[in-house]
């Protein structure tokens, strides 16, 4: 690990105004949940808390792959890649310096995430609001860390940014696709229910994790803390190695 490395992508997120960007979107997103709540005719606190957990989520997705994979096509592009690795910096330590800061940023966005709900409903906050917090921080931090390996994989960042939100929504919709596999309404679907569960195998259950419910009825049967800390260190694990692989194969 090299923590200069990791310093130097923490720099380039605040120069790129990411953090002010981010933090500007979540305040606008959190007073526009609370006036929308305000139109409710009753539980307002609780409309308002659901409304900014579901917009909030989407944000801090799409701000943080963007950003990972447009900075790291623009810093192969300009040669920073190359540059970097000319240095005392092994290619192991420069793709998990990378991931390591992207996931920091993940983790700090998901904490003011957090902070914002706190703020909307005090009164609400109970361990589903822990669980929904650490489950949106597994959430972002597989995020980045997928956003990195397509950013490494696919010369384009427009299509490395397409790729990895069509990840997200296969995860997000996984289960609704095992639903229909194992329901008796579909008698035979073959090869296609064969391969949905072959990816299901490989794609994280992002529709288990941040669940609004948490934050209004508490938390069920079913997900607990050390589901989403086990499959979210394994899958970032499982891609951060596969974007390895590629990096060290790669010519330059």
């Not at 005090?122 to 956003?147: D, K, R």
């Not at 050390?226 to 590629?246: H, K, M, N, R, W």
Request: aromatic letters at 12%; hydrophobic letters at 60%.
């Amino acid at each position: 690990m090299s923590y200069p490395l990791v310093r130097y992508v923490l720099l380039a997120a605040v120069r790129d105004k990411l953090i002010v960007s981010l933090l500007i979107l979540l305040v606008l997103g959190c007073s526009l949940a609370i006036f929308v709540g305000s139109s409710a005719v009753i539980e307002k606190d609780r409309f308002a808390l659901v409304f900014a957990a579901g917009g909030l989520r989407l944000t801090s997705v799409l701000g943080l792959v963007l950003f990972v994979v447009f900075f790291v096509r623009r810093s192969f592009d300009g040669k920073d890649v190359e540059f970097l690795l000319s240095r005392p910096i092994s290619r192991v330590a420069f793709l998990y310096s990378y991931a390591l800061a992207f996931s920091l940023l993940a983790l700090v966005l998901s904490l003011a995430i957090g902070l914002c709900l706190y703020i909307i409903g005090p009164h609400l906050f109970g361990y589903g609001h822990i669980l929904w917090i650490f489950s949106i921080i597994a959430e972002n931090v597989i995020m980045v860390n997928t956003a990195l390996f397509f950013s490494l994989y696919m010369s384009s960042a427009t299509s490395a940014a397409m790729s990895t939100f069509a990840f997200y929504v296969l995860a997000r919709m996984m289960g609704q696709l095992l639903g229909i596999v194992d329901s008796n309404l579909v008698i035979d679907t073959g090869p296609m229910a064969m391969a949905v569960q072959l990816v299901s195998v490989l794609t994280p259950r992002l529709d288990l994790l941040g669940q609004t419910s948490w934050l209004i009825y508490g938390v069920g049967e079913g997900v607990s803390l050390g589901f989403v800390l086990v499959q979210g260190f394994f899958f970032c694990a499982l891609v951060t190695l596969a974007g390895l692989l590629d990096l060290l194969k790669r010519q330059f």
